[in-house]
């Protein structure tokens, strides 16, 4: 029995195929990300429904475009039973395609038995026109309509896994490419199974006094659109609510590591140590325990950080921490409190020996290996320690007894750990009041400068001075270098210091030319904090060309183990003074760890001998006059001067002359004088050379 096609409702059916098809996908999509199990479960009975009730309405719609030359019905009861049917292989394939792993039996099975599901479907609403006699079906044509069946549900599931997840770029129109192709497959089945049914001429449909066909189209479409459009619907503004809840509890877990971990390092901040030395006070208090607050600071972080920069000393602190836990026990909380200082916070000790062995095992085991893939760095702490309850029962009190130790194991030479004793207190009482008094000085004019002179060693002619700053303070009185210099240097304030030095060298100069005297060449000493600073001989250079001073009146002198620090760094530094016409002088030498193979590459203009090997001359006799011997004929050997310090007795002076010491300074010669007294020691050479 021949049959017609209504191309509206076929096409009706292609859209409603396509709509399903989409909406599979979001639905899959939307349920992957679910991680609530009942949530899930709910997603997946309600999605099978909207996803069962696409696929049965396309396959309906499209057997309702079939017009046979007798009229036609369907049995309700075997057309409910085919919904039953696309609604439950629905179900499978949405649970397949969101499950954690879909393996190659997974897919196999599941593409079968979705394909017999989607068959049995289509087979079932053919069954519901109830055909007297029945229909007759092709055997290749209803193999093939199985066989693309499956295919098509191995094809949907493959898609559909692929594009669940809603982050990928471009998943939308992705997802709409994938439902022209799944609804053509669908589409493909249906048809083949059409085309295996063969009607008998005579036979008549025994479902015909059912609903109007028509009227049962129309009703369809619309129900089928309006289910898929409020399924998808759905699915969006859950998606949606689900983006923001999760955008909100990811701020909060952010904003909560922002307030109690450091960016950094990871480890917890000051705020969360604070709370946990809180409680473990009020643990130990209950238990009668004993803790340990072990306080820690980098030695020479300031410096790598300002000559390497600081992304090298980001990369130094993060590793300095990671070393760090793994120096201490599992029980013990590491923080970080900020640039370079961390706290370890060590409960349950037994003994306050307990604390020195964790102090020892950190710097013993800081000590090995290199820190940093690009710079072989090793950085070492210097460790204070208080305990609870003797050094102190409150959080502040802790960290500030052990901060006070820590700054004693620094005096005490660095990398190493000092116990806080009440001692202490005084002594940082006594660094904030020379830290208060630096910044007032610098304010007020606190500071002076006083000229040590130097003299030829072969005319003993006047042939320089040193300036060395002073302090005088109207409460603290007289500070002397050694005391505030350290101070200045650890906490920065020693670059304004310098540069005031500059300047002040270069005015007291210009005021000696501007008497008639004659121009002296004067050395000024570079801590090692300012040779870190980027713009130094910059600075320098404009301070000098502002007071109206000649370089060559200028002799900067570094240290030789600051000098060795950075070797390639200082050479370029030193190049850059001359380049200006400064002088450089090697300060201390024989006290470092010097190279000779760098010692030639600075060619600087001298060497000061260390104080120590000038009281050598007499304290180790023979022995101590050939170092010094060597010295100089070394610096002789590379056209450099030398200047001998500390010259305080006469047998010291004859020795250095005799060993054709170029300058010589010390208290035998000359003690340092105020600007006006060298002024008046400057007159008396000129009128003893008149």
Known sequence: MPGTYNFWLVGASFVVATLASYTALDLTGRISLLASSRLRHAWLAGGAGAMGVGIWSMHFIAMLALSLPIPLGYDFPLTALSLA???????????????????????????????????????????????????????AWFCASIAIGIGASMAALLIARRLRNDGERNVTRWRVGAALVMAVAISGMHYAGMEAAHFPVGAIC??????????????????????????LMLSRFDARTTFLASAVTNLNGQIVRLATLDTLTGLPNRTTLTERIQSAIELAGRRHNVFAVLFMDLDGFKTINDSLGHSVGDQVLAAFAQRLQACVRATDTVARLGGDEFVVLAENLVARQDARL???????????????????????????????????????????????AMYEAKRAGRSTWRFFETSMNEAVTRTLQIQNALHE????????????????????????????????????????????????????????????????????????????????????????????????????????????VACDQIMFE?????????????????????????????????????????????????????????????????????????????????????????????????????????????????????????????????????
Not at 106 to 123: C, D, E, P
Not at 358 to 364: Q, T
């Open 85 to 139: 049917i696309a609604v439950g292989v629905s179900y499978l394939a949405l649970l397949s395609t969101t499950r954690a792993q879909l393996t190659l039996t997974h897919l196999a099975t599941g593409s079968v038995l979705l394909g017999l599901g989607i068959a049995g479907m289509h087979y079932t609403g053919m069954a519901a026109m109830r055909m007297q006699p029945g229909i007759d079906y092709q055997p």
């Open 206 to 231: 025994g479902a015909a006094k059912g609903v109007n066909t028509e009227w049962l189209a129309t009703a369809v479409i619309l129900f089928t659109f309006a289910i898929l459009i409020v399924t």
């Open 358 to 404: 964790i102090a020892e095992s950190v710097l013993e085991r800081m000590r090995e290996g290199v820190w940093n893939d690009n710079e072989p760095l090793q950085v070492m702490p210097s460790i204070g320690i208080a305990l609870f309850p003797q050094d102190g029962d409150t959080v502040e009190t802790l960290l500030k007894h052990a901060d006070a």
């Open 441 to 548: 000085a610098l304010s007020t004019g606190l500071f002076t400068l006083n000229f040590q002179p130097k003299f030829r060693g072969d005319s003993n002619e006047l042939a320089g001075a040193e300036a060395l700053i002073r302090l005088n303070h109207p409460v603290l009185g007289t500070l002397p270098p050694l005391e505030f210099i350290p101070i200045a240097e650890r906490s920065g304030q020693i670059v304004q210091i310098g540069y005031w030095v500059v300047r002040e060298t270069c005015r007291q100069i210009r005021r000696w030319i501007d008497e008639g005297l004659p121009s002296m060449k004067v050395a000024i000493n570079l801590s090692p904090r300012q040779l870190s600073q980027p713009n130094l001989v910059g600075t320098v250079l404009d301070i000098v060309k502002s007071e109206h």
């Open 558 to 690: 570094i240290t030789e183990t600051v000098a060795m620090q950075d070797a390639p760094k200082t050479i370029e530094m030193i190049r850059e003074f001359q380049e200006c016409g400064f002088e450089i002088a090697i300060d201390d030498f024989g006290t470092g760890y010097s190279s000779l193979a760098y010692l030639q590459r600075f060619r600087v203009k001298q060497l000061k001998i260390d104080r120590f090997f000038t009281n050598g001359l007499d304290d180790q006799g023979p022995e101590g006059a050939a170092i010094v011997s060597a010295i100089i004929a070394l610096a002789h050997s590379l056209d450099m001067d030398v200047v001998a310090e500390g010259v305080e007795t006469s047998s010291q002076l004859g020795k250095l002359k005799a060993m054709m010491c170029d300058e010589m300074q010390g208290f035998l010669l000359g003690r340092p004088l105020a600007a006006d007294a060298f002024s008046d020691l400057l007159k008396e050479r000129m009128a003893e050379l008149s």
